[in-house]
């Protein structure tokens, strides 16, 4: 079963308006045509230009990193899935652990964020993943299963199908440590039986479940090459496109 290839760069609360617009013409002018998938999730600001300069290029999206969860309305300083969508932005990274722990996003809200996103056209990544002491505690599977059962698998499977999912153990994000790619593995096995015993083998094979925490260039080819996972959501080595792109590239032959 051949899945999509992605890698997803996060650029968090990072560049100026121009910066960003350098980084993406440094991203666009180094990336080689091939059959993954990379998509930018600048700020908010940075969303429509990223867009108009992306426009035609087949391997390239635009996402955010962030919606609110209602339509439209009084919430001042919020942005809503449908404006994300007008900027020509596809995707959009929900439930990273910055926002669960910062911003106090839990899995019922997270629900009706992934609604209104699929309901508004664009693609979720929804991330998961488990703090330091779960994973110590051992509980680390069952944490995970229930951020997907209370986040993602109440959708019918027809939307289920546009989900793309990153696991990103919170102990590897921005701290230098990465999973080792075993445990990567295990993890990303565990979560395909769980869409498998939810969706149904098929739909199980289709998704792609990305890898977050510390991907770099010296280590994301043995992390890619694990049987299921298919590609990264990268935070600090996204910002530059050197090493973004060498990221890009890292995917064994096929
Ligand atoms: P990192 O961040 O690559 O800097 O660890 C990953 C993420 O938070 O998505």
Not at 44 to 69: D, K, M, P, R
Not at 107 to 122: F, Q, T, W, Y
Request: glycine letters at 10%; a negative charge.
């Amino acid at each position: 079963m051949k899945r999509q290839r992605i890698v997803a760069g996060n650029w968090k609360m990072n560049l100026d308006f121009n910066e960003g617009r350098d980084l993406a013409i440094g991203i666009i002018r180094s990336i080689g045509s091939s059959d993954v998938l990379t998509i930018l999730c600048p700020p908010f600001i940075h969303l429509h230009y990223i867009s108009v300069l992306t426009n035609g290029i087949a391997n390239i999206e635009v996402g955010a990193q962030n919606c609110h969860s209602a339509r439209n309305g009084a919430f001042t300083g919020e942005v809503s899935a449908a404006m994300i969508k007008s900027t020509g932005a596809s995707y959009v990274i929900l439930g990273h652990s910055e926002r669960r722990e910062f911003f106090d996003e839990d899995d019922a809200l997270l629900a009706e964020k992934v609604n209104i996103a699929l309901a508004s056209g664009l693609h979720p990544i929804f991330c998961c993943g488990e703090k330091l002491e779960v994973r110590e505690a051992g509980t680390h599977e069952h944490l995970v299963r229930t951020q997907l059962e209370n986040g993602l698998f109440h959708l019918d499977s027809d939307v289920f199908a546009k989900i793309v999912i990153a696991y990103e153990p919170v102990w590897a994000i921005g701290t230098g440590k990465t999973a080792s790619p075993a445990q990567a593995q295990e993890m990303h096995k565990f979560i395909r039986s769980l869409i498998a015993e939810r969706y149904g083998q098929e739909i199980a094979d289709s998704t792609a479940i990305l890898y977050g925490g510390s991907c770099k260039p010296d280590n994301a080819a043995e992390i890619f090459s694990q049987p299921d996972v298919d590609g990264g959501l990268i935070g600090g080595a996204s910002l530059k496109a050197a090493d973004f792109v060498a990221i890009v590239d890292s995917f064994p032959q096929s």
